[in-house]
Every structure is written in structure tokens, then in C-alpha cells.
């Protein structure tokens, strides 16, 4: 992604020589001990939102608003209890128990549906409408003049069109009605974009983009969510990250931001961007078929998810 562009704007990350002191509340210790004590990696700690998880977990805690801890995109503890003190969050110790009873020991293996018998074919106009869920916006971020980042040979505008046109195809082979806000190389005002989503009514919002940043080494995937209503996406999002680690790309976090593709719309909305196209590596991956292809069963299998919960 580029900045100035209005869609998305460049990571920087925070910096601090401070080193970390355990001067939180009482009953409260820091998010990176709790992390340790769960032998889960702390991928991202700021004063409104932090992540850890490891290859089949991911722990989500938001201080504001109320306080909310997910493991696996599901609520666990009771609301409150998480307090902030300069950049770091702390958090309940009672909550590493019930964190521990629902975390994952390996991937789970689920069965393959029983076929059934074929249907009776029914009169044409009766299967018009086989969609169940939704409406569903996928939006492909940039196009026509806009670009969007452009790094190796590969542009942005073209890489998330891909992506955005398998997850919509996988959305709508399993019933779900997912609408586009572009399906060829189009320029589309962002404020456009929001407004198909409200004008259809929609039921989630997905922006996908690549990332950049000056430092060519930033790897890895971010999940950005509207800053304004954190808690009405929080859950989304959080089963978006579990579902894009399934993909090997390495979490950046879920952070709250203000780009008008989200604060815009009224749905749970999200902003994802899959990977570094400034990165020689993940630049590679973003332009493989095969990835692109896992990004959007990872998308498409957490859109599912919410919808179907």
C-alpha cells in the first residue's frame, strides 16, 4: 500500500528504550508474561489491542471498550479487568486458566460432509436464489489509475483483484452472497465502496491490500479494523487472524485505524493487508497463485465462520 492514497498508509512501527516493568494493577500481570506462561508468542502489543498465539491459537485482548479477551475468535472471562500503563497492557491473572482450557493442543481435523443423494432437479426459476448468507462485500483495493504499492514488477491493484475474485468465488459456491466492489481494473473512490456496502445492506466488509514500508525486512500480515466501533468487529476479526495464520504468513497484529472503507460502512469491516509487497519474499508470495489461493480460502473460511456461528 502507498501512502496518501486515502485506503491504507504505511506501518511505523513504535519504538521504545523503556524497558518493560511489572507496575500493573494488582491481581494483573503484563501481556508478554501471561504469553510466556501459555508458551504463546506475543506478536503485538500496543495500548488499545495485543495478540500472541502460536500455530493453532490465537489470543486476542482489547482494553477498550470493556475490556474483551478472545481466544479463537470466542469471548472468554468476564468483561474488564484489563488496565494499560504507559504502552504496555496487563491483564487478569485468573484469566490464564480459562485461556488454557481454550486453547487448541494441534489443528483440528474436521470431517468431510456425508454426500447425500442427489437432489430432484427442480424448475429453473426455483434455484434462482441458492444464496443463504449475506450480502458480502469483498473489496479489491486501488485499481485503474491508482496502483496502489509497486515493488519488483508487481503491483497491488492487481494482486488483491485476484485474491478478491477467488474469495468471492468461494462465497458463493458455499451460499453466500458476496458482492464486489470491483471486478476489473476500475478506479473506485473509497467513499464509493463504503456506500455499496451500506446501500446492499451488508452484512461484513472486506478490503484486501498489500503492505509497504520503507524498511524492506517488515514482513507479514495486518488486520486493521475500524477504530470507531473496535468492539462491534473485534470478533471478525479475530477469527480472520486465526484463519490467515492457517497460511503461514506471519501475524502483525489487529489494529484499530481510521480509513474511510471502514469508518464508513456500518457492518463489522475489516482491512487486510496480506502481506509486505516491499519485501522480496513476501512480494514472491504475494504474486504465487498458490498463496493468493490460500489467502482467499482463509478469508472465505472466516467470513463463513461469523456468518454461520
Not at 518493560?20 to 504469553?35: C, F, H, K, L, N
Not at 486476542?60 to 481466544?71: E, H, K, R
Not at 443463504?132 to 492487481?158: F, L, N, W
Not at 458482492?179 to 481494473?185: A, L, Q, S, Y
Request: net charge positive; with cysteine.
Amino acid at each position: 500500500m502507498t501512502v496518501g492514497l486515502g485506503g491504507c498508509n504505511l506501518f511505523a512501527p513504535k519504538s521504545s528504550n523503556a524497558p518493560e516493568v511489572a507496575v500493573g494493577p494488582a491481581g494483573t500481570i503484563a501481556v508478554s508474561e501471561m504469553g510466556g506462561r501459555l508458551g504463546l508468542t506475543v506478536q503485538q502489543n500496543s495500548a488499545h489491542s495485543a495478540t500472541m498465539g502460536n500455530r493453532f491459537n490465537s489470543v486476542v485482548f482489547f482494553a477498550d471498550p470493556g475490556g474483551l479477551a478472545y481466544v479463537n475468535g470466542r469471548e472468554v472471562g468476564e468483561k474488564g479487568g484489563l488496565v494499560v500503563v504507559g504502552e504496555m497492557m496487563y491483564v487478569p491473572e485468573s484469566l490464564e486458566q480459562e485461556i488454557r482450557r481454550a486453547l487448541q493442543t494441534r489443528a483440528r481435523v474436521v470431517s468431510p460432509p456425508k454426500r447425500s443423494p442427489p437432489a430432484k432437479r427442480s424448475p429453473p426459476l426455483a434455484w434462482t436464489s441458492q444464496l443463504k448468507y449475506g450480502p458480502v462485500v469483498i473489496d479489491a483495493g486501488h485499481g485503474g489509475r491508482d496502483p496502489g504499492a509497486s515493488y519488483y514488477g508487481y503491483r497491488e491493484k492487481d494482486i488483491v483483484l485476484d485474491v478478491a475474485l477467488m474469495v468471492s468465488e468461494i462465497l458463493r459456491a458455499s451460499g453466500i452472497d458476496a458482492r464486489m466492489t470491483r471486478g476489473t481494473d476500475t478506479f473506485i473512490e473509497l467513499n464509493d465502496r463504503a456506500a455499496l456496502a451500506r446501500e446492499v445492506g451488508a452484512k461484513l466488509f472486506v478490503s484486501l491490500h498489500c503492505d509497504a514500508a520503507p524498511n524492506r525486512r517488515a514482513r507479514g500480515f495486518t488486520i486493521y479494523a475500524p477504530r470507531d466501533r473496535m468492539r462491534q468487529a473485534s470478533s471478525f476479526a479475530a477469527a480472520m487472524e486465526r484463519s490467515m495464520l492457517t497460511t503461514n504468513m506471519a501475524s502483525r497484529g489487529i489494529r484499530a485505524a481510521g480509513f474511510r472503507v471502514l469508518v464508513r460502512t456500518k457492518c463489522p469491516a475489516l482491512l487486510l493487508e496480506m502481506g509486505f509487497l516491499s519485501n522480496r519474499y513476501d512480494a514472491r508470495l504475494l504474486a504465487s497463485k498458490s498463496y493468493q489461493r490460500a489467502v482467499a480460502r482463509a478469508a472465505a473460511d472466516a467470513v463463513t465462520a461469523y456468518l454461520t456461528k
